[in-house]
């Protein structure tokens, strides 16, 4: 039986990449104070109709249950976790410092590095507003892809507000809305995070479509920020606040985190969804191409679109577990590195026993020993040829054999194999630890 369209199953290889992976961004988010929650694997349809409009139904494993509730399984973690903030963790001390991760499901086409089964990570900050708490989450993002060993990677970084200003001192309104629902500063805003100078020149004026044309064009660091003051302060009503706290979340993440392969501004991303307030940041490795974007966050509101109280603003960042490693595995091979993720595993075990013509009970105190000391070790359970054995242990990855003969085991001791170049030393059990260290 074939396994579902859109999924895939996972050999050791490949999960030892992800706990790997896993492990090394879980690092990452408590050295910044961030502490794991979980959600459901399935929720109320409702909990995404509510953030994306109903549209988003047909993109979703969507069902009713058993008692004619509407549910679906999860497309993605940061709606269900602020559904859990608001509902269960509300009276926590704030701010929240919350990293999560697990499997989501979309039912829509696969793409390179996008199935329907896929995992996401992410974290958010909640309750604390203003550039340092920007700041915080952009350094976390910055250092969690770093740590990765990604290289070649652009870091783009945008503020919603400064396009918000700029918008509203040209007259476009939030209110008027088309026939589809969209405002017209929304769609704007959608234009201009495409890139579609066409677009934005058949819905506003000569005079609006030549300055939101000039902002795009601004290219480069955080110098970028200083040039749009000159070219947007001279709008009669513009606030460039944004600009300053864009400034000061620059500025401090230059000290937070190291410095990303490529820091662009860009001040025309809006990442496409309007609930986004303040910064806004992605993540893209060109190698993955048109599929290129690896994370993506920034300053929202949410609760408010579940009917309930709105916190401070809160800001985070979701990060796409497989594209990642997807971008690591291509990068590994361009440049011939035999690790992809960092720290992964190379093989189930460093040290093999193997019982020769002995009971293999008899050998049980000597592996719990190996296995208390923190040591990987595997037992060898079959009765078989010494060769057989140490070819065997070779097969598993053990690095040493433990081999126990009937006379060893009367005279309490082993033999221990270097399997790569055959060195072989007798030592007593008691002094096995101190053999394995030396052999190494």
């Given at each position: 039986?074939?396994?579902?369209?859109?999924?895939?199953?996972?050999?050791?290889?490949?999960?030892?990449?992800?706990?790997?992976?896993?492990?090394?961004?879980?690092?990452?988010?408590?050295?910044?104070?961030?502490?794991?929650?979980?959600?459901?694997?399935?929720?109320?349809?409702?909990?995404?109709?509510?953030?994306?409009?109903?549209?988003?139904?047909?993109?979703?494993?969507?069902?009713?249950?058993?008692?004619?509730?509407?549910?679906?399984?999860?497309?993605?973690?940061?709606?269900?976790?602020?559904?859990?903030?608001?509902?269960?963790?509300?009276?926590?001390?704030?701010?929240?410092?919350?990293?999560?991760?697990?499997?989501?499901?979309?039912?829509?086409?696969?793409?390179?590095?996008?199935?329907?089964?896929?995992?996401?990570?992410?974290?958010?900050?909640?309750?604390?507003?203003?550039?340092?708490?920007?700041?915080?989450?952009?350094?976390?993002?910055?250092?969690?892809?770093?740590?990765?060993?990604?290289?070649?990677?652009?870091?783009?970084?945008?503020?919603?507000?400064?396009?918000?200003?700029?918008?509203?001192?040209?007259?476009?309104?939030?209110?008027?809305?088309?026939?589809?629902?969209?405002?017209?500063?929304?769609?704007?805003?959608?234009?201009?995070?495409?890139?579609?100078?066409?677009?934005?020149?058949?819905?506003?004026?000569?005079?609006?479509?030549?300055l939101l044309s000039s902002l795009a064009q601004l290219e480069?660091?955080?110098?970028?920020?200083?040039?749009?003051?000159?070219?947007?302060?001279?709008?009669?009503?513009?606030?460039?606040?944004?600009?300053?706290?864009?400034?000061?979340?620059?500025?401090?993440?230059?000290?937070?985190?190291?410095?990303?392969?490529?820091?662009?501004?860009?001040?025309?991303?809006?990442?496409?969804?309007?609930?986004?307030?303040?910064?806004?940041?992605?993540?893209?490795?060109?190698?993955?191409?048109?599929?290129?974007?690896?994370?993506?966050?920034?300053?929202?509101?949410?609760?408010?679109?579940?009917?309930?109280?709105?916190?401070?603003?809160?800001?985070?960042?979701?990060?796409?577990?497989?594209?990642?490693?997807?971008?690591?595995?291509?990068?590994?091979?361009?440049?011939?590195?035999?690790?992809?993720?960092?720290?992964?595993?190379?093989g189930p075990a460093t040290v093999a026993v193997i019982p020769?013509?002995?009971?293999?009970?008899?050998?049980?105190?000597?592996?719990?020993?190996?296995?208390?000391?923190?040591?990987?070790?595997?037992?060898?359970?079959?009765?078989?040829?010494?060769?057989?054995?140490?070819?065997?242990?070779?097969?598993?990855?053990?690095?040493?054999?433990?081999?126990?003969?009937?006379?060893?085991?009367?005279?309490?001791?082993?033999?221990?194999?270097?399997?790569?170049?055959?060195?072989?030393?007798?030592?007593?059990?008691?002094?096995?630890?101190?053999?394995?260290?030396?052999?190494?």
């Amino acid at each position: 039986m074939e396994r579902p369209r859109g999924t895939r199953d996972f050999g050791v290889t490949e999960m030892s990449r992800r706990l790997a992976l896993e492990n090394l961004l879980e690092a990452q988010a408590r050295c910044s104070g961030y502490r794991r929650v979980a959600t459901p694997a399935f929720e109320s349809l409702e909990l995404f109709t509510a953030k994306s409009g109903p549209g988003v139904v047909g993109q979703l494993y969507a069902f009713e249950d058993k008692g004619g509730r509407k549910l679906t399984l999860r497309p993605e973690l940061t709606a269900p976790v602020m559904r859990a903030v608001a509902s269960e963790f509300r009276q926590d001390s704030k701010p929240l410092r919350l990293s999560y991760y697990g499997p989501c499901y979309r039912y829509e086409e696969f793409k390179t590095g996008r199935y329907r089964e896929f995992w996401q990570y992410g974290t958010e900050l909640i309750g604390s507003s203003g550039p340092l708490a920007e700041a915080e989450i952009l350094a976390l993002a910055v250092s969690m892809l770093d740590a990765t060993g990604l290289v070649d990677w652009r870091f783009k970084v945008g503020n919603v507000g400064v396009l918000r200003s700029v918008l509203s001192a040209l007259q476009i309104s939030d209110e008027i809305t088309d026939g589809a629902g969209e405002s017209q500063m929304a769609g704007v805003m959608r234009l201009l995070d495409k890139g579609d100078m066409q677009g934005l020149e058949d819905m506003l004026s000569n005079e609006q479509a030549t300055l939101l044309s000039s902002l795009a064009q601004l290219e480069g660091g955080p110098e970028v920020i200083e040039q749009a003051r000159s070219l947007l302060g001279s709008i009669e009503g513009i606030d460039l606040s944004p600009l300053d706290e864009l400034a000061s979340s620059i500025e401090a993440l230059s000290i937070l985190a190291p410095a990303p392969p490529s820091l662009l501004v860009d001040l025309t991303v809006a990442r496409g969804l309007d609930y986004y307030t303040g910064i806004v940041f992605e993540a893209e490795v060109p190698e993955l191409g048109g599929e290129g974007q690896v994370l993506g966050g920034g300053t929202y509101r949410l609760l408010h679109l579940f009917g309930l109280e709105e916190l401070d603003p809160c800001c985070g960042f979701g990060l796409g577990f497989d594209r990642v490693l997807l971008a690591l595995q291509k990068q590994a091979e361009r440049l011939g590195r035999t690790e992809v993720v960092p720290g992964e595993d190379s093989g189930p075990a460093t040290v093999a026993v193997i019982p020769f013509k002995v009971p293999a009970n008899e050998v049980l105190p000597l592996v719990s020993r190996i296995r208390s000391a923190g040591e990987r070790c595997v037992l060898e359970l079959r009765s078989r040829k010494l060769g057989k054995s140490l070819s065997w242990a070779d097969n598993i990855g053990a690095s040493l054999a433990i081999i126990i003969g009937p006379e060893d085991l009367a005279k309490n001791q082993c033999s221990v194999k270097r399997l790569s170049d055959g060195e072989q030393v007798s030592c007593s059990v008691e002094e096995i630890l101190q053999t394995l260290e030396q052999l190494r």
